[in-house]
């Protein structure tokens, strides 16, 4: 059963190049216009044993290297998402993982033209995101606060 109510989490990291681009707010900002609430946000350096956890299903391969160098080689801004079914709307809101080939409205048909860089990261399944937000943020880093306008965002019957 996928539907977990307002609270259910995902985990972003805005990558390097959207940090170098200077994209960071824009990302943020559709996120924001979409209806999500951002309940952790943060910028970090991440290491080699930390990627190799979190992209252990492409470790193996020949690009892994180059994305993993990528990936360390500026500060990323991890964020915390909240939202109704939010894993899968945040993996619409991204598009698919080659940029130049990601659907016109998306954030990487938008923002990236990439393979590896493709400007962020989100998770791809409920399961997924409950251990990647636990990998970067702490429980005290994650804040619980009333937004008001999820009663405008979600229907009475949606808001559980
Ligand atoms: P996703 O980020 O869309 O979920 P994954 O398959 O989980 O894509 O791959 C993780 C990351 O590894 C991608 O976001 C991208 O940066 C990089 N990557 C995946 N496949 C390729 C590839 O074929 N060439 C170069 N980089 C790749
Ligand atoms: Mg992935």
Redesign the pocket.
């Known amino acids: 059963m996928k539907f977990e109510g307002v609270h259910e989490k995902t985990l972003v990291l805005i990558k390097p190049d959207a940090v170098q681009r200077g994209l960071v707010g824009e990302i943020v900002k559709r996120f924001e216009i979409k209806g999500l609430r951002i309940v952790g946000m943060k910028m970090m350096r991440l290491d080699e044993a930390t990627l190799r956890e979190h992209?252990a299903?492409?470790a193996a391969k020949p690009?892994y290297p180059t994305?993993e160098k990528f990936m360390m080689s500026s500060p990323v801004v991890a964020l915390c998402l909240e939202g109704l079914e939010v894993v899968d709307a945040v993996r619409l809101v991204m598009g698919i993982?080659k940029s130049r080939a990601a659907e016109a409205g998306s954030i990487r048909g938008d923002l990236a033209m990439g393979?590896?860089n493709?400007v962020i990261?989100g998770s791809?399944s409920v399961e997924n995101a409950k251990a990647e937000v636990a990998r970067f943020f702490k429980e005290e880093e994650l804040l619980d606060y009333t937004k008001d306008e999820f009663m405008h965002v979600y229907s009475e019957d949606e808001r559980v």
Do not use: L
């Open positions: 992209y299903h492409i690009f994305v993982t393979y590896g493709n990261h791809d």
